[in-house]
T-cell receptor, first 115, second 116 residues
């Protein structure tokens, strides 16, 4: 079956521009997560969606970062006024909602390069 | 605070040799533990998970891991490594928000190289 998909796979942008990263989760997965993977920092949690609401936004590094999810499915991560330190691979994951931590299925990621 | 430590940044083993990747966690509640593998340019794939019960868990690709509560460890093992196992391995703990699931906390990863 279809896994988690992300687009674009690569994005090169200039400092100061806005970017949008898209995630299509596995059908039926109510939980959706965004992580950032950068050299030396490992995988950092950004935001968690349960349905269309985000009970945990604690990982968003600044107010330049925002995310939304519509229809309980597709999610968009937006970075405004990009900075060079935003360069990283942005990973999306989805999972079923269970009353305990559960396996998360990851997409291939979007590699963002800010020049 | 919750954390996961993978002490080895990079390990090189010979093909056919045994492998053990170390993982230590710090978490106040019942830990839900995971090992993921990431091949170059790929997303993360789940190797195995521990929720409760038997402390030795089996995963895909011949991997296993043993949960040791007294040592706060969840080490990954494989008896005989194949060249295709070269990848980066991540240990993670799943956060449990009062009975509702949360995000994963990852270690910084161990890169495995395999010598022919």
């Amino acid at each position: 079956g279809a896994g988690v998909s992300q687009s674009p796979s690569n994005k090169v942008t200039e400092k100061g521009k806005d970017v949008e990263l898209r995630c299509d989760p596995i059908s039926g997965h109510t939980a959706l997560y965004w992580y950032r993977q950068s050299l030396g920092q490992g995988l950092e949690f950004l935001i968690y969606f349960q349905g269309n609401s985000a009970p945990d936004k604690s990982g968003l590094p600044s107010d330049r970062f925002s995310a939304e999810r519509t229809g309980g499915s597709v999610s968009t991560l937006t970075i405004q006024r990009t900075q060079q330190e935003d360069s990283a691979v942005y990973l999306c994951a989805s999972s079923l909602i269970l009353p305990r931590p559960n396996e998360q299925f990851f997409g291939p990621g979007t590699r963002l390069t800010v020049l | 605070a919750q954390s996961v430590t993978q002490p080895d940044i990079h390990i090189t083993v010979s093909e056919g040799a045994s492998l053990e990747l170390r993982c230590n966690y710090s978490y106040g509640a019942t830990p839900y533990l995971f090992w993921y593998v990431q091949s170059p340019g790929q997303g993360l794939q789940l190797l195995l998970k521990y929720f409760s019960g038997d402390t030795l868990v089996q995963g895909i690709k011949g991997f296993e891991a043993e949960f040791k509560r007294s040592q706060s460890s969840f080490n990954l093992r494989k008896p005989s490594v194949h060249w295709s196992d070269a990848a980066e391995y991540f240990c993670a703990v799943g956060l449990n928000y009062g009975g509702s699931q949360g995000n994963l906390i990852f270690g910084k990863g161990t890169k495995l190289s395999v010598k022919p």
